[in-house]
């Protein structure tokens, strides 16, 4: 074998041949114990491993890929796991992917990092919302943006868009968005996270928390981590909205399109930071039902695939010694 002849040791071998140090070692003992066609039958091909993908499941990778150039494998895998198209693992998605040359290498962009979903944040919707102030360019002019974002789900609950947002249009903002929960009439609202922005320590806003009984945390001073769900978010929007296409001419402009984008953000964008369902799935409390039948389906993949390949391969071995034989 090449490996064994080629003077170097197996480890810078496989590392030129470009092969696996684990599959160069279950050929060598194919060979060794089964000789030629034991080794034969290990690098016949897909067909020979039990795990491989289907053809089909492979086809299903590549259009989907191609129809959502923009989503990362992971996201990928778990996109076509809901939709019901077919299940495979993110690392197999990855290795089709860089197998086609598939895999954008992506401009690093500093920022704050995704929170962590298994931190101690709230354990159900409408406990803790985080909130901030972004600012957007509308017609040469920079426009604010206050979004208010459920700490559980990632669900966007309220937000608002104009040239002048002081600590009194915050506060009914807040107001509007405990409205549209149907918190009005519960005694404990949901408690604010905020920076130290002037909109958050203004009289107004603080006066209706205060008349609310609601809590407000506000978080360190230079410390935008501490408030990472918010700040992620807003990263989001601009980066996958705002920054690809051209300045808003118009306040309506800018508005009809972040309200779209919201509600795809809500309703059919998958979260990294709640097991990959949508914040709405998490929000009513859908979540942990469909990761349980996603995982399930899972496995059933697994097995079909596992039955399919081995079919294959004592086919491929019958086969073979009809030949033999003739």
């Not at 206050?146 to 107001?175: P, T």
């Not at 929007?237 to 809500?266: C, H, M, P, S, W």
Request: proline share 4%; hydrophobic share 30%.
């Amino acid at each position: 074998m090449l490996v064994r002849t080629s003077g170097l040791s197996v480890k810078k071998s496989c590392k030129l041949l470009e092969l696996k140090r684990g599959r160069y070692h279950r050929w060598f003992r194919a060979w060794k114990e089964e000789g030629p066609e034991g080794l034969r039958d290990k690098m016949s091909g897909p067909e020979s491993c039990p795990h491989s993908l289907l053809e089909e499941e492979k086809q299903a990778v590549y259009k989907e890929a191609d129809e959502n150039p923009d989503v990362k494998h992971r996201k990928l895998a778990y996109q076509l796991q809901n939709k019901g198209i077919c299940f495979v693992s993110a690392s197999s998605v990855y290795r089709l992917l860089k197998e086609q040359d598939l895999i954008k290498e992506r401009e690093k962009i500093s920022g704050p990092k995704a929170p962590d979903s298994r931190d101690d944040g709230p354990k159900e919707p409408n406990k803790q919302w985080h909130t901030d102030v972004s600012f957007i360019r509308v017609n040469g002019r920079w426009a604010k943006l206050v979004s208010f974002l459920d700490g559980y789900s990632r669900k966007i609950i309220h937000w608002k868009l104009a040239y002048s947002l002081s600590a009194w249009d915050v506060s009914r903002v807040y107001d509007e968005a405990v409205g549209k929960e149907g918190l009005l009439e519960e005694k404990e609202k949901p408690d604010i996270v905020s920076d130290n922005g002037p909109r958050f320590v203004g009289r107004d806003f603080t006066a209706l928390l205060e008349e609310l009984g609601v809590k407000h945390r506000r978080i360190p001073v230079n410390h935008p981590e501490s408030n990472g769900k918010i700040e992620v978010f807003h990263k989001t929007l601009k980066y996958e909205g705002v920054y690809r296409q051209k300045e808003y001419e118009t306040l309506a402009e800018a508005r009809k399109e972040i309200d779209k984008f919201i509600r795809n953000y809500n309703e059919n964008r998958l979260h990294q930071g709640i097991d990959y369902v949508t914040p709405v799935q998490k929000h009513e409390g859908k979540g942990d039902a469909i990761i349980e039948e996603r995982n399930r389906k899972h496995k059933e993949a697994i097995e079909r695939r596992k039955m399919i390949n081995q079919k294959r391969t004592e086919n491929g071995k019958t086969k073979d010694k009809i030949k033999e034989s003739v």
